[in-house]
């Protein structure tokens, strides 16, 4: 089935931008996980006693003096070291200085769409295969930060904050097996589109718990008819040497669905990654564990084994995989790749996911194919993240991220590290203020524009507010109204 031309309401209710295009049958559920404490009560966390002290100050740069990189890594390592043997880092209320964090909100920093031409991409080819293919493209991409740059610490979210952009990417990547069908996107009322032209995905997320800290994210290409959408939450441990950092209870992955393909979803599942390099002074991040892509409609999973460091600890950045048929997906039992039985699978994956990835045809090893039958999924040199577009300044709520860190930025940029820490602590003071007074009050804290602070089976569900925001970043409509109530201000 090929990416289909459909006519466009007169308000922008599109493919992707529709609450009916959001919820199905197969994403309702009558039960789900735990609500999160701060969802009800709002109540602070008991620090663990060391996790953060005085001495963690001490070392502040004077104004005008650059940190290196050396010295943070000290001062950060000396922080980790009081966390060895505690189960889960991210649960724990401690507080950086300053010179130690970059400057850029966490919401802002943390998202899946480094290469949003993949994501608008894939639901382009008419073959399941090639739309499977175009998912892995997808999921190889979305985080170049990491293969680019250097690991960086952005700042804790604070309760009820909100970070929305938008992307402009040219339409104009090949599907990658199969027939594709690119036929003019439907755009707003009135507006034409052609294949290699412009379309605009659109992206929001919220800070709906505190203590855990969880965030959930809806992005949506109504042109292309493709949405994502999920939980946010990670839990880390250091280990003495590395942090090693998997998903949180209520971060059951990366949601895509392909509604100009009967909602065909897509479940991608994240694997367990590593910081290390702090003995060497080379921050570096490594990836050792196996994740999953799941489609219940076409009845696909992808096995992706990442391995660990090579002899020596040479990172190889290897990744190796199946992509095979299966009855139910979401029950298939199946781990390791080498118990696929070969009936079953329809190809397998290899590569460096900091390099180029392939995939080859067939049940045969992968090593056995041919060059001319192997297919390139992803080559990650080249490729850099796309800028992103935010909101003007003055249509930017105080709880929005970059206008709610930005007295903290401006100190960071000017390197006057001292009011930046001071800042910094003076918005976490407020925020556990806050949660105070709704905690002695039994006030329970309500995300503004997502149903709950997490949901059954981790899938988010935009509210009525938030559908709003979503169509009036796709129209270039920025304003919102102020909140009843901040969380942290």
């Keep these: 089935m090929g990416l289909l031309k459909s006519s466009t309401p007169s308000t922008p209710e599109m493919k992707g931008m529709n609450k009916s295009d959001h919820t199905t049958t197969s994403d309702a559920s009558t039960s789900g996980p735990p609500t999160p404490p701060s969802a009800t009560t709002s109540g602070t966390s008991t620090p663990i006693p060391g996790a953060a002290s005085k001495d963690d100050y001490k070392d502040i740069p004077k104004d005008g003096q650059t940190t290196s990189d050396s010295s943070k890594l000290k001062t950060f390592l000396g922080i980790l070291k009081r966390f060895i043997g505690v189960s889960d880092m991210a649960a724990v209320r401690f507080s950086l200085p300053a010179q130690l964090m970059e400057p850029i909100p966490n919401l802002e920093y943390w998202h899946y769409l480094d290469r949003p031409d993949t994501f608008a991409a894939i639901g382009d080819s008419k073959d399941e295969l090639g739309r499977m293919l175009a998912c892995l493209r997808f999921w190889f991409t979305k985080d170049l930060k990491y293969v680019k740059g250097k690991p960086c610490k952005p700042y804790n979210s604070t309760l009820g904050e909100f970070f929305r952009c938008t992307w402009e990417i040219e339409d104009s990547l090949p599907s990658l097996l199969g027939n594709e069908e690119k036929p003019p996107p439907a755009a707003l009322e009135g507006q034409t589109s052609t294949p290699g032209q412009k379309v605009k995905i659109s992206y929001l997320t919220e800070q709906t718990s505190h203590h855990p800290p969880v965030s959930a994210y809806y992005v949506a290409c109504p042109e292309k ?172 709520l105080p709880n929005e991220s970059r206008r709610f860190w930005n007295d903290v930025t401006d100190a960071i940029m000017r390197k006057e590290y001292a009011r930046a820490t001071t800042v910094k602590q003076e918005l976490e003071e407020k925020q556990r203020a806050k949660a105070a007074e709704r905690k002695a009050a039994n006030i329970e804290w309500k995300p503004r524009f997502f149903t709950g602070a997490t949901e059954p089976k981790g899938r988010p569900v935009l509210t009525e507010e938030g559908w709003d925001v979503m169509r009036g970043l796709h129209s270039g409509e920025f304003g919102i109204s102020e909140p009843r109530e901040y969380a942290a201000m």
């Design 225 to 396: 008819g493709v949405s994502a959408y999920g939980f946010d939450q990670l839990s880390a441990k250091f280990t003495g040497t590395s942090v090693r950092v998997t998903p949180g209870e209520f971060n059951e992955g990366i949601f895509v669905k392909l509604h100009n393909h009967e909602d065909e979803t897509y479940r991608l599942t994240h694997p367990a990654a590593y910081l290390g390099g702090f003995l060497r002074g080379n921050l570096n991040i490594t990836v050792a564990d196996t994740c999953f892509v799941t489609c219940q409609r076409t009845g696909l999973k992808v096995i992706l084994h990442y391995l660990e460091e090579g002899y020596f600890g040479k990172t190889q950045n290897k990744v190796e995989g199946v992509i095979y048929r299966t009855a139910d997906p979401e029950k298939d039992t199946l781990t390791r790749i080498k118990d696929v039985a070969d009936k079953d699978v329809l190809g397998r994956i290899d590569g460096s996911w900091q390099n180029q990835v392939y995939f080859s045809p067939g049940p045969g090893a992968f090593k056995s194919s041919t060059t001319e039958s192997r297919i390139q999924l992803v080559d990650v040199a080249p490729l850099f993240p796309h800028p992103k577009n935010c909101p003007p300044a003055e249509h930017q």
